[in-house]
């Protein structure tokens, strides 16, 4: 059985240059946290994991499994783990509502943080670490909305920017499942520390776990927001004591860009899983995590310079749709791209391109959303959010 501080191993922590190697904390060893464990280990000569803390001693040790050989702290108090010297940065994959005070005690600690998505459970607290971080601004605070590293989604990006796609007028978003989310319980007393996703209190619900993606995907590509948010949805499926809505769908609008945002996700239907479409009067695309397609209207014959590496190439079958692809192959999972951004990030001192402002920005979409889902009203977005969020042009250590 792990203790609080007990060492583990006696060799060195897999390797690499010793002087570049930033040696990280994880906080939180569910299937987030241990996620990130195994492709911070691909990343051997950027991390070494020093540090594991869980409040859940099955999971502290399948952390320990997972990890071997090396030499690592274990704890059950993440403030322990944040006085640990050999600790420069920390993973934080808890559940949603303990986002901010984990964050927030982590900046004051002097770590450098890559913060799970959605960066906080509400908007007072998004506010709050913006003026926490702004205080700490030699410290890097990475959010982690990963699409935003990917190679896939910076050239769609490029794509709209440079008007391939005409004037966008409707973004269609889903990120549908069918199962009842639920994870075992060894004991009656864990069900909310386990389950917290269920749990109003713990939990943003289906909007932050799933959608907040997208969302933060949208606002990046237009430098936006939406001024008007509106939902609806239940717990349709899963008559189980659940509290976060199992069935939802969340429309946003965007007056000054001409958008609509349909967001949706269901646990009652699997068909289209992760679906994105970005919508144009020259054309459409099509996204999965790691592949898109362009997908020209038919009056709009599409350049063959406009998709990198497939010059003159033949169409492919994508959901029955022919298109040409935007990337000759698939890509690599996001949080690939997240850390080696947040390695650069820490050693250059700069801001990410998830940071505490791009941050807030989606969470206080999200819980506007889960405000216009549970109180059946429609929600605007606030003037205190404008000012808070207008991010200083240097950031530079």
């Known amino acids: 059985m792990l203790a609080g501080g007990t060492l583990i191993g006696d060799s060195g922590v897999f390797g690499g240059n010793r002087k570049s190697v930033i040696k990280v904390g994880i906080i939180g060893c569910g299937d987030r946290g241990r996620g990130m464990m195994h492709v911070i280990r691909e990343l051997k000569d950027q991390f070494s994991i020093t540090a594991i803390c869980d409040t859940l001693d099955f999971r502290l040790e399948s952390a320990r499994k997972m990890l071997g050989t090396g030499t690592f702290r274990a704890y059950k108090d993440y403030r ?12 934080i994959a808890v559940p949603l509502y303990l986002h901010y005070p984990v964050a927030a005690d982590s900046l004051q600690a002097g770590k450098h943080l890559y913060l799970e998505k959605t960066m906080t459970f509400d908007i007072p607290q998004a506010l709050k670490l913006v003026k926490l971080s702004e205080q700490r601004r030699g410290q890097v605070l990475q959010v982690g909305h990963q699409y935003r590293y990917s190679p ?55 909007v932050a776990e799933l959608l907040s993606h997208q969302i933060d995907f949208i606002n990046w590509i237009f430098d936006a927001h939406p001024t008007a948010i509106q939902a609806t949805g239940g717990i349709d499926i899963f008559k189980d004591g659940r509290e976060t809505f199992d069935n939802v769908q969340v429309m946003f609008r965007y007056p000054e860009e001409g958008i609509i945002g349909n967001f949706g996700a269901t646990c009652g239907n699997a068909h289209d899983g992760y679906l994105f479409k970005i919508k144009g009067t020259k054309g459409t695309i099509s996204l999965l995590t790691d592949r898109g397609v362009f997908l020209p209207e038919k009056n709009t014959a599409p350049e063959n310079e406009l998709i990198d ?15 040409a692809p935007i990337l000759p192959e698939p890509t690599k999972d996001g949080t690939w791209y997240a850390l080696i951004d947040f390695y650069k990030a820490v050693r250059s001192g700069r801001l990410p391109d998830s940071n505490v402002y ?26 205190e959010a404008n000012a808070v969020l207008a991010a200083p042009v240097n950031q530079q250590k």
């Open 152 to 206: 896939l989604y910076y050239k769609v990006k490029e794509f709209i920017d440079k008007g391939w796609l005409g004037k966008v007028n409707q973004v269609d978003c889903r990120w549908d499942r069918n199962g009842n989310w639920r994870r075992p319980v060894p004991d009656p007393s864990l069900e909310r520390r386990i389950n917290w996703r269920m749990y109003k209190a713990y939990s943003g619900g289906l």
């Open 309 to 323: 590496g497939v010059t003159g190439a033949s169409k492919i079958v994508w959901s029955k749709e022919g298109g």
């Open 358 to 383: 791009t941050g807030a920005k989606t969470a206080i979409c999200v819980d506007l959303a889960n405000q216009a889902l549970y109180g059946q009203k429609v929600m605007h977005w606030s003037k």
């Open 80 to 91: 322990k783990l944040l006085d640990d010297s050999n600790v420069d940065a920390v993973v």
